[in-house]
């Protein structure tokens, strides 16, 4: 006896499902942003180039390891620990910046988002952290401070009234000997 099944549509959505896989495998691995995910016990259970690249651990190297092995934080421990405790207990996201120590002692402005992992049974079965490298932002903006703040002083060390206004008419800037002028 023999007894045939079709199985056209389990094998095509098992297809779908493995395309599916391979795409969100892609997206993983290049993001600009390292990609962390951790288990309970705040292991590292994935890893994605950008993370190697960031904390100059490669992907074997980092898979296991508690994140007190991987990554120098400008946070206490205990601060780290907390939040992580209240990321898998409250299951909110947890937003921080912080300065972040690699393997290579290179320190670099991180700024992290962390986000619980929830399975289908509403479990908290670990966390996932997207870190951005905003060390360049960080250095632009206090560059753009310091031009501002040098920019401010020459102005207000000129003998001239020094007003900036726009198209409109309405003032943006003016000097301390503008100030003292019209008051």
């Known amino acids: 006896?023999?007894?045939?099944?079709?199985?056209?549509?389990q094998y095509r959505m098992r297809q779908v499902l493995q395309e599916k896989e391979r795409h969100l495998k892609l997206h993983i691995d290049q993001t600009p942003l390292a990609v962390i995910e951790w288990d309970i016990d705040f292991r590292v259970?994935?890893?994605?180039?950008?993370?190697?690249?960031?904390?100059?651990?490669?992907?074997?190297e980092?898979?296991?390891?508690?994140?007190?092995?991987?990554?120098?934080?400008?946070?206490?421990?205990?601060?780290i620990e907390k939040n992580y405790e209240l990321l898998i207990l409250n299951q909110s996201v947890v937003k921080q910046i912080d300065k972040s120590t690699n393997r290579f002692g290179e320190v670099h402005d991180?700024?992290?988002f962390n986000t619980p992992l929830i399975d289908e049974s509403?479990?908290?079965?670990?966390?996932?952290?997207?870190?951005?490298?905003?060390?360049?932002?960080?250095?632009?903006?206090?560059?753009n401070r310091e031009q501002q703040l040098e920019q401010r002083q020459l102005l207000d060390n000129l003998l001239d009234a020094v007003i900036t206004v726009d198209e409109d008419g309405v003032v943006l800037s003016y000097n301390l000997p503008a100030e003292k002028l019209f008051g």
């Open 1 to 9: 006896i023999l007894v045939f099944h079709d199985v056209t549509e």
């Open 110 to 112: 991180c700024e992290w």
């Open 45 to 60: 259970t994935g890893w994605n180039p950008a993370a190697e690249k960031l904390f100059g651990y490669s992907k074997e």
């Open 62 to 79: 980092a898979l296991g390891q508690h994140y007190t092995n991987l990554i120098i934080s400008s946070l206490e421990p205990a601060k």
């Open 122 to 143: 509403s479990q908290v079965i670990g966390a996932a952290s997207l870190v951005d490298d905003i060390t360049l932002r960080i250095q632009a903006e206090e560059k």
